[in-house]
């Protein structure tokens, strides 16, 4: 803090010499900088807006976990109670595990998708721009359009899209959305056929950034394509790794509309995440105390694995 | 420098006949993969089918009569919804970021790392979590007490408090050279005209960032629309897509037809201004 201080002082007294004395200099910028109010005024439209549909939400999100909310009727403080209720109930345990392996099974997939995307399609030629521009569609489509795109392509019967493709090869008729066994599978694969370009395009501009030299260096010693991608190129992507993994993993735990729209949970259940159900008991049960803890508990691990990703990154660069 | 040291791999490099055909192969593939979906979505929005379940990947009987029953069904209303949210939307996100950028990036006052780790603390608060309470709040706003659930207005003024815009345009801005801002304040300028016609001049590449990715965050947003909106009336497209659905009349024609029109816009506006996006992407992503 203090070395902070120190700077714009050490700054201000370089300048003076090419320009006017120091001391009224100081005095009329201080005037004609404006009131101290100044900045307020152009903050106050962000500071209102936040204020009104982050920061209140927030704190009516961690008092409304700790009562008995009911409309009209008056809220009832009940502490713990519905932290309790989330922790203990079979149908919250169940929601974490989907949620978990939704966020695991998406994370990795698009990531190691993602690298092989960019790593095929790296590249200066017009080609390969086309590629890439082609390829990174999945991102910029809604995800609503990506969800009923997918739910007929997933239609169960032999003539469904997919299904006709894996006809071809012997396989098949899958019920993939509409089946217990295969609707965790097929939500994924949904989610990594949107994240992994998305992670494309990160890895592309973290392998934009790795010095040409050292492939040169590389091949003048001889190595191979593989061990090039295992010795320069994946130690230069480190922190991209890194980063992607944040994100994705955040993406992962508050997934919410393609589950919403794919299958809102069912078949019996077999993809109810921890958002989907947190909706059903806040806006379709009214039970808005039990979802507010469930949703500061989903909170809290985003927030812990952040935190956890940024703590490991800062010792291994110090 | 070769071209084989060009990339990671040095495709581009690769020129023997049976490398060009692996090439040639992979790339189909993962066209087919990530682009093929699309087509065919694209293809039976214009293609009569009379088999509810499939999808069409060839043209067999061209028409547009999958976009007349759409509009039909208030698929026109949807859109013109969806654009009023948007276009207010983001004029509303980039207004409040560009003010409260200047004040964050040009000026010191008392509290501002304060005002700033709040700000960015919300990038950290995803919008999901805190959806309930939203919309308890948008029945009542505090102080006010104005109700905007079922208005188009309750989707539209919660997008003004955007963090990643605010943090772009902070970012840009603390760049602008200080020698300019103090030649017009010794010829009498005020803030805001500094504002207006030095420093916001100067940020057109930060804008275009903001703007493009405002614009497709804002269109593909479906968590708060279902929460807002009460019936039909106030509806976007992607909402809407749901309810056509449920329809068992609709063709996959029709829901296709409506599901260009909800996809159009995001991919124009990413076609265009790709070089924004990508550098938006690659900043946002990389700071972290």
């Known amino acids: ?318 | 420098m070769t071209a084989a040291n060009d990339s990671a791999l040095g495709l581009d490099a690769v020129k023997s006949p049976g490398g060009r055909i692996l090439k040639f192969v992979l790339y189909t593939l993962l066209l087919l993969v990530f682009a093929g979906p699309l087509l065919a979505l694209l293809v039976s929005a214009f293609n009569n089918v009379s088999d509810p379940t499939a999808l069409s990947v060839v043209p067999s009987s061209p028409t547009l009569d999958n976009f007349g029953i759409a509009f039909d069904l208030g698929v026109g209303m949807y859109l013109l919804n969806s654009f009023l949210v948007v276009g207010f939307g983001l004029l509303l996100q980039v207004v409040v970021s560009v003010l409260a950028g200047y004040a964050l990036a040009r000026k010191k006052f008392r509290f501002m790392t304060f005002v700033l780790v709040a700000i960015l603390a919300t990038l950290m608060l995803p919008e999901e979590i805190l959806a309930i309470p939203l919309s308890l709040i948008l029945s009542d706003l505090p102080v006010v007490h104005l109700n905007l659930i079922g208005s188009l207005a309750g989707m539209i003024v919660p997008l003004g408090a955007w963090a990643f815009s605010i943090l772009v345009m902070t970012e840009f801005m603390k760049d602008v050279p200080r020698e300019l801002e103090e030649a017009a304040r010794i010829d009498g300028a005020g803030d805001l005209r500094i504002f207006a016609q030095i420093i916001l001049p100067m940020c057109k590449p930060a804008l275009g960032v903001i703007g493009v990715f405002g614009f497709t965050m804002i269109w593909d947003q479906y968590l708060l629309p279902l929460l807002v909106s009460t019936d039909a009336s106030t509806y976007t497209l992607p909402l809407a897509l749901r309810t056509l659905r449920i329809d068992t009349n609709v063709t996959p024609g029709v829901i296709m037809a409506a599901s260009l029109l909800a996809l159009l816009p995001s991919v124009a506006a990413f076609l265009f201004f790709q070089r924004s996006f990508v550098r938006g992407l690659a900043s946002g992503a990389l700071k972290g």
């Open chain 1, 1 to 318: 803090m203090t070395v902070d201080h120190a700077k714009p002082a050490a700054v201000g007294a370089d300048r003076p010499a090419t320009e006017r004395a120091p001391a009224p200099k100081a005095r009329r910028r201080s005037d004609r900088d404006g009131k101290w109010w100044t900045p307020w005024l152009f903050l106050a439209p962000a500071l209102i807006l936040f204020v009104y549909f982050k920061f209140i939400p927030m704190i009516t999100a961690v008092t409304m976990s700790f009562q008995d909310v009911q409309p009209y009727l008056g809220n009832q403080w009940v502490g713990g109670q519905n932290y309790g209720t989330v922790l203990g109930d079979e149908a919250f345990h169940s929601a974490i595990w989907h949620t978990v392996i939704i966020a695991v099974g998406q994370t990795v997939g698009s990531m190691v998708i993602g690298l092989a995307l960019a790593l095929l399609m790296e590249g200066q030629s017009k080609r390969l721009k086309f590629l890439r521009s082609a390829a990174f569609l999945p991102v910029v489509v809604p995800i609503a359009v990506v969800a009923e795109l997918w739910r007929i392509m997933y239609h169960p019967t032999e003539d469904g899209m997919l299904n006709s493709i894996l006809g071809l090869v012997g396989l098949g008729p899958s019920g993939f959305i509409n089946d217990p066994d295969t609707s965790m599978v097929s939500v994924i694969v949904t989610g990594i056929w949107r994240g992994a370009p998305y992670d494309m395009m990160i890895f592309l501009a973290g392998l934009a950034g790795i010095d040409r030299g050292l492939y040169e260096a590389a091949t003048v010693d001889g190595a191979s394509r593989w061990r090039k991608i295992l010795h320069v190129t994946l130690p230069g992507l480190r922190s991209v790794f890194s980063i992607l993994f944040v994100l994705a993993a955040i993406r992962g735990l508050r997934v919410f509309t393609e589950v919403f729209l794919l299958t809102n949970g069912g078949p019996n259940g077999s993809t109810e995440v921890a958002m989907t159900l947190i909706y059903k008991l806040g806006l379709e049960q009214n039970r808005l105390g039990v979802g507010a803890a469930g949703a500061v508990l989903l909170f809290l691990a985003t927030l812990v694995l952040t935190l956890f990703v940024q703590v490991l990154r800062r010792r291994r660069d110090a």
